[in-house]
């Protein structure tokens, strides 16, 4: 490996086939949760990954039975508490979503267990999206007490239609893999225990396409996605702004305590 990739914390890479590098998102004990580390990585990956030539393919998953457990608990802390991290934040969640569609690389993704914040927006935004029938897509926004931000705003709706996107981003249901791609939320649904053999299979195929024909192919139809960047920026916008709200207060406390949050019904927000 060559110092490209030596920088990474919370990223480990291998390539499993010629020209196709593998993701793995990695954070013992945790279901592989953004913190801190994790979510700067998530965003400069794919600036590196545009820019090395031996990669013609990209495969992002998570390592053991889950590929991301959200975000990190103590990160939402310090985010309601401190500007800077919100700032800094803020910047990176924006950056995040598109680094991944200006990559001109294809991107592969391999879902399985809960697929939840960082990690999901990689996930989803994914050129093929490949989820096992056991994984459980959530976005938990506003169980936490904020806007549904990150990707949501700017993909869901083009992947499954504005009714679903309205359903599962305001209540935070589970979508099982299964369910996902009956909806269109993602390209392919595997066995669990096919579900690498999979992503490799298809991430080998667009590895060996036309380079050129493959990336312009997909830098044309990521243009639905850049057409909705004003919706995008306008709902990160709104879920930033939740972090100095009481909501939010109510909703990381009880994700601490592990039990149902108690919003306040007349909240200004």
């Known amino acids: 490996m060559t110092d490209t990739y030596e920088g990474y914390e919370r990223l480990k890479f291998d390539w499993p086939a010629e020209r196709v590098l593998r993701v793995t998102m990695e954070n013992p004990g945790r279901m592989n949760a953004a913190d ?6 998530l965003v400069r990956i794919w600036r590196d990954i545009d820019a090395d030539s031996r990669v013609n393919a990209v495969i992002i998953r998570g390592a053991g039975d889950a590929f991301s457990g959200g ?28 680094n991944v569609i200006n990559c001109s690389k294809p991107v592969v993704s391999a879902m399985e267990g809960p697929a939840v914040g960082a990690g999901l927006v990689a996930g989803l935004l994914a050129d093929v999206s490949i989820a096992s029938r056991t994984a459980r897509i959530i976005d938990g926004h506003t169980r936490l007490g904020v806007a549904a931000g990150d990707h949501a705003a700017i993909v869901w709706p083009l992947l499954c239609g504005l009714a679903k996107s309205k359903y599962y981003l305001m209540t935070c249901d589970p979508v099982s893999g299964e369910e996902a791609e009956r909806i269109g939320l993602v390209s392919l649904v595997t066995e669990p225990e096919d579900l690498h053999d999979k992503a490799l299979e298809v991430a080998t195929k667009l590895a060996k396409g036309a380079p050129g024909a493959v990336r312009f192919t997909k830098y044309a139809l990521n243009n639905w996605l850049r057409m909705a960047g004003p919706t995008f920026d306008t709902s990160l916008a709104l879920e930033f702004m939740g972090f100095n709200g009481p909501d939010v207060q109510e909703g990381l406390a009880s994700l601490k305590e592990k039990r149902k949050p108690d919003f306040d019904p007349e909240s200004p927000l």
Not at 36 to 41: A, K, L
Not at 71 to 98: H, S
């Open 36 to 41: 801190s580390v994790m979510h700067g990585e």
């Open 71 to 98: 975000g990190d608990l103590e990160l939402v802390r310090e985010m309601t508490q401190d500007f800077n991290t919100l700032n800094r934040v803020w910047k990176e969640a924006r950056d995040l979503v598109y």
